[in-house]
């Protein structure tokens, strides 16, 4: 049986540069990336109907998509560590809040496979607005969001970073990088 590779996740409020991240990580790292599920599965949505918005009934199939995204990565690439743009912790963190929306289902997908290391992404960048319809929140509510998701990892004892920098983005990317390789050390 293969050893299963260790997931460094990118996780917090709207708007702190997850994606932008998460992508550059793994670019620079030469490793694996896993998109945001919600995101894709959203676009997709639109691209279908543009009336598209989000509801309760839709945040199962996100965290299923999320989560099949990862295995099929995970066994297309041998012991390499995965870097992910947000997992389902984000997802129950925005269903219970946005949705009141809790789910036994959700809670075996994170107890099932969290990640190695979160990197819970600071409110201290710009705000830059998204054009997409349904989004999960706005300015007022990202300093709320980034508390909860603090609460979460604190409360479920997952391993977390913060990675912040007084908005400087070159140091605060600098910064992410120097933990990811320092805690992956072994695999890298």
Request: charged letters at 25%; glycine letters at 6%.
């Amino acid at each position: 049986m293969s050893q299963i590779p260790p997931r460094v996740v990118l996780t917090g409020a709207e708007s702190t540069g997850k994606t932008t991240l998460a992508r550059y990580l793994a670019q620079k790292l030469g490793l694996p990336y896993a998109p945001e599920s919600a995101r894709h599965y959203l676009d997709a949505r639109l691209s279908v109907n543009p009336d598209f918005e989000l509801a309760a009934e839709d945040v199962l199939p996100i965290a299923y998509a999320g989560r099949a995204t990862e295995l099929w990565l995970e066994s297309t690439t041998v012991g390499e560590c995965l870097i992910c743009d947000t997992d389902v912790l984000s997802t129950i963190v925005y269903a219970r809040e946005i949705y009141g929306f809790e789910s036994h289902e959700l809670e075996i997908l994170l107890h099932n496979r969290p990640a190695t290391l979160y990197l819970l992404l600071d409110t201290d960048i710009g705000w830059t607005s998204d054009p997409t319809p349904g989004q999960r929140g706005g300015f007022e509510s990202r300093a709320q969001f980034h508390a909860l998701f603090r609460r979460e990892l604190e409360e479920r004892n997952l391993p977390f970073e913060l990675v912040s920098a007084g908005g400087d983005i070159e140091e605060r990317t600098a910064k992410a990088l120097g933990i990811v390789q320092s805690v992956l050390n072994p695999v890298l």
